[in-house]
């Protein structure tokens, strides 16, 4: 069992910039590959961003690439993303998961992933 906690999520204008952050417990972090995913309303969840448990290999939506950045600190049993450049269609609720496994390639499908956070808002206005 896993437990993850995401924050860092709000309001900002277009152009800028928020950081969220992942807060994991229970099962091993550092063997577990773990990404980023997002849900806006009336849309499938949609992946954003993967990290390799090492930390070292990471893998980006197309829609992202270049604007956010994942990241993580096994120390602290925490990944972030720093998310820069905001759009208004970024705005989701974002979700921290944890890789069932911690092979490659990092996976971009949800259904590879069996623990979820409760999510975090992130609106960005025009």
């Known amino acids: 069992q896993v437990q993850l906690l995401e924050s860092g999520g709000g309001l900002v204008q277009a152009g800028g910039s928020l950081r969220l952050s992942c807060a994991a417990s229970g099962r091993t972090f550092t063997a577990s590959n773990m990404g980023w995913f997002r849900q806006a309303p009336g849309k499938e969840r949609e992946f954003v961003a993967a990290?390799?448990?090492?930390?070292?290999?990471?893998n980006y939506a197309a829609s992202v690439k270049g604007r956010f950045t994942i990241s993580r600190s096994n120390d602290k049993n925490t990944v972030f993303l720093q998310m820069s450049s905001l759009k208004p269609e970024d705005t989701a609720v974002y979700y921290c998961a944890a890789d069932r496994s911690a092979g490659w390639p990092l996976h971009t499908s949800r259904y590879d992933y069996d623990y979820w956070g409760q999510g975090t808002q992130v609106t960005v206005s025009s």
């Open positions: 990290i390799s448990w090492s930390g070292g290999y990471t």
